[in-house]
Every structure is written in structure tokens, then in C-alpha cells.
């Protein structure tokens, strides 16, 4: 028989243990639970959504910004802009992988494929360059000078000309791209939002967000020929224009509204409330759908039949899902979250 000294502290010894033990599951299963809130808050809430999640494929880097993204249909490359890493992500949509990535594009905002020229254009804003990436091998070509913060591009075909927002700067820079020069600086007046270019005027249009203005700039001459008042408009940013049924589509981030734009009549047709701080626009060429994804993960989709434009739904895609691209073939869309599990994600959904 043990003493009776040792044997209350072999009791005293088992008692810690079995504390221990229950502290460590107690621990162990909010450590789950903590988990599995967050995993929860990173999962889409479809709601109303006419789109199914197919699946959240990890992007390389760090968990810091993702901006723009533009897709080429032919060579079925998706092109994203790691803004918290200076880098352009390569996203082969056909095999569901990441292709490459291409550095030393400091804090790139905006991404712009030109599949005829076989180029890739990123607004390097950390050091106010347009830099240009080969679309074959990847590697940049050139660098040109890009204004004083350069965003959002869009590309006349006919006069071989790249269009930058240059936002503080409030000016649009025009580059030549058959010779990667800068050859005009357009003065705007304010503020610059996204630009588009409209295949039917051949123009290009540009969001003057802190005059709720939409310019129009014939690449001709390279000067703004027309202004037009936006009325319901509060910090127009996001821009998209739908040439086939003459309309655009304004994103207003300064009162969370879409603003449906006549490009003939030039005026506003229609306005919705859409979720908060909206950013990026997406088109559905096939199925006429249009995508307008906002900062606070919020997406809002519309049937666009004609000039008439129905809001189809509205849910939390993901957290800070700002940013869309669609291919009009698959109609999947493309989410890229710059943290899902601790990891950055392109979340693919599709319609059903």
C-alpha cells in the first residue's frame, strides 16, 4: 500500500490531467467552431442569384488586394491584377489553373487583354506606368508613362490607341500602341472613372465622377466633343457599354445606384439600387446578362432585352467580391477574393 501522502498526490496529479485534458477539448472544439464561422462567412449566399458556386480554385501570393481582371476568349486566359503584390496573375480557364505570373508591375490596378495585338496592358499605379506584356510569352515589353494615377483602359481598334484613366490626375493619357508611346494627354476636368470604347461611334466614353459627367472623346483628334449630365449619378465610376443595344451601364459608388445610359437620346433610361460601394461591371454577351459586382461582396445581376433592363437578383458572392469576368461561351463567372481560408481564391460560379 502506498503512503497516504503519495497517494493524494497522485489523486491531486490525475485530477490536473483530467482538467487539462477537458480544457484542451473545450479549446480544441471553439478552435472548430471559430473555423467554421469563418469558413461560413466565406461562403456565397446565393439568395436570389441565378448562379450555382462551382468551386473556389487558390491563387499564388499573399492575401492582399486583387483589382481588374479582363479575359481573352480565344486563347481562354483569364489576366488578374494582384494589386498587394505588383503582379498579373495568368489564369488558364480551359485547364482550371494558374499559368503564370508576371512581376514587377507595381500595385497594378487595372488589366486590359488586346488579343489582336497579342498584348496584355496593367496600370502600374506605384510608379504611374502603362507597362505591356506580351500575350505568347508573358514577358514585358514596354513601359510607358501613364499619368499621375493610372486606373481603369479601354482600346480603339481603328486608331491603335490604349485610353487610361489617369484618376487624380484627372486626364486621359493616350497611348500609340503600334510604337508604345505616349501621344496625347486629354484634360478632363475632374475626377476619372473607368472608360469604354462603344464599336458603334467609334468613341470612346469616360465617367467624370466628381462632375457626374460622362465625356465623349473622338479618337481622331483626341479631344472631348460632347458632355453629357448623368442625372441621378453620385461618384460615377464603374462604366460599361453595351454597343449592340446602345446602352451603357454607369456604376455610381457614391449612392450605390446602376444608372441605365440611351447612347442614342444620350440620357439616363432607368437607375437601380444595387449593393454597396459597386465597382465592376460584366457582360454576358450570349446570354444578356449584365454582372455589377461591389466592394462589399454584394453582386447584383440584370436580363438586358433591348433598352429594357430587369434586375434578376442580388446576393453576398464572397467577401470584398469587387471584381467579375464572364465567359459568354461557359457563362461562368469569376470572383477573385483576396481571402478565403487564409488564402487568395478565384471563385467560379455558373447560371442555372
Known sequence: MLPLARTNRLRGRRRCLVLLFGL???????GLRT???WAAADKPSMGDLPLRHVVDIRLPGRTSR???????????????AHLGDGEVIVFDVASSRVLGRVGDVSSVHG????????RVYASATGTDEIVAIDEATLKIVARVPGGHYPDGMAYAPDAHKLYVSDETGETETVIDVQTNRRIATIPLGGEVGNSQYDSTSRHIFVNVQTRDELVEIDPTIDRVIS????????GNHGLLIDSQDRIAFIACEGNDKLLVFDMGSRRVLQSFYVGRDPDVLAF????KTLYVAGEAGVVSMFSVKGAAV???GEARVGPNAHVVAVDPVTHRAYFPLKDVGGHPALRVMEAR
Open 310 to 312: 430587369k434586375k434578376i
Open 111 to 118: 488589366v486590359l487583354v488586346v488579343p489582336e495585338q497579342s
Open 35 to 37: 473555423g467554421s464561422t
Open 66 to 80: 486583387l483589382d481588374y481582371e479582363s479575359y481573352d476568349p480565344t486563347r481562354r486566359l483569364l489576366f488578374i
Open 227 to 234: 458632355r453629357f449630365p448623368l442625372t441621378g449619378a453620385k
Open 284 to 287: 454576358d454577351t450570349t446570354s
Open 24 to 30: 484542451c477539448v473545450m479549446l480544441v472544439g471553439a
